[in-house]
């Protein structure tokens, strides 16, 4: 990848290989699926990084997540509370859900298909980190990242099949820092 660079204007440009362009879609892709308005589908393809639960219950109201990955991309506004949580809940997770499938959506169509480079708006180069920031939550929750990420990455082998997944979540952080650096 080539860093995110500032552009006058206030706009961000960077450059993907065509694998990294691909590997990006599809971590949004899984994300946007989770969260879609009806809740998460049934159990993912087998391999796919963010693998999930389908244990969000369906009714009248939203409940709180069973699937960790949803409970942390749709937190509660009040823990110590579960009926204040619920209430909150029911006015504001379907535009949660909608603001972050808008902003996903937003990468995808500012992401070339094949890699190449990007040239972002400064509205577009926020989206993109909103969107980013939800992939690594969601990558960060399956694989039980902590505090020392670099620890638990480096307590695996090569070989692990969880040892990629760890280094798909740090070149994420990179990407996300080159954006973060570049708006700045």
Same mark, same amino acid.
């Given at each position: 990848?080539?860093?995110?660079?500032?552009?006058?204007?206030?706009?961000?440009?960077?450059?993907?290989?065509?694998?990294?362009? =691909?590997? /990006? !879609? +599809?971590?949004?892709? &899984?994300?946007?699926?989770?969260?879609?308005?009806?809740? #998460?589908?049934?159990? *993912?393809?087998?391999?796919?990084?963010?693998?999930?639960?389908?244990?969000?219950?369906?009714?009248?109201?939203?409940?709180?997540?069973?699937?960790?990955?949803?409970?942390?991309?749709?937190?509660?506004?009040?823990?110590?509370?579960?009926?204040?949580?619920?209430?909150?809940?029911?006015?504001?997770? =379907?535009? /949660? !859900? +909608?603001?972050?499938? &808008?902003?996903?959506?937003?990468?995808?169509?500012?992401? #070339?298909?094949?890699? *190449?480079?990007?040239?972002?708006?400064?509205?577009?180069?926020?989206?993109?980190?909103?969107?980013?920031?939800?992939?690594?939550?969601?990558?960060?929750?399956?694989?039980?990242?902590?505090?020392?990420?670099?620890?638990?990455?480096?307590?695996?082998?090569?070989?692990?099949?969880?040892?990629?997944?760890?280094?798909?979540?740090?070149?994420?952080?990179?990407?996300?820092?080159?954006?973060?650096?570049?708006?700045?």
């Amino acid at each position: 990848m080539d860093p995110f660079r500032p552009t006058r204007g206030g706009g961000v440009r960077a450059g993907l290989a065509p694998a990294e362009a =691909s590997l /990006l !879609r +599809s971590l949004v892709g &899984q994300v946007m699926t989770l969260i879609a308005p009806d809740g #998460p589908p049934p159990p *993912g393809q087998p391999g796919e990084l963010l693998d999930w639960d389908p244990e969000l219950t369906q009714g009248d109201q939203p409940q709180i997540p069973d699937d960790p990955v949803l409970a942390r991309l749709l937190p509660d506004g009040y823990r110590d509370d579960p009926g204040a949580a619920q209430e909150f809940r029911k006015y504001t997770e =379907s535009s /949660l !859900r +909608s603001a972050k499938q &808008q902003a996903a959506q937003e990468m995808l169509d500012t992401l #070339p298909e094949t890699g *190449g480079k990007i040239q972002l708006t400064h509205d577009q180069a926020h989206a993109w980190l909103k969107a980013l920031n939800d992939v690594r939550l969601a990558l960060g929750v399956r694989l039980g990242v902590t505090e020392e990420f670099e620890e638990q990455w480096g307590q695996l082998r090569a070989d692990d099949p969880q040892w990629a997944a760890f280094e798909v979540y740090a070149w994420l952080g990179a990407v996300q820092e080159s954006l973060v650096k570049a708006l700045a």
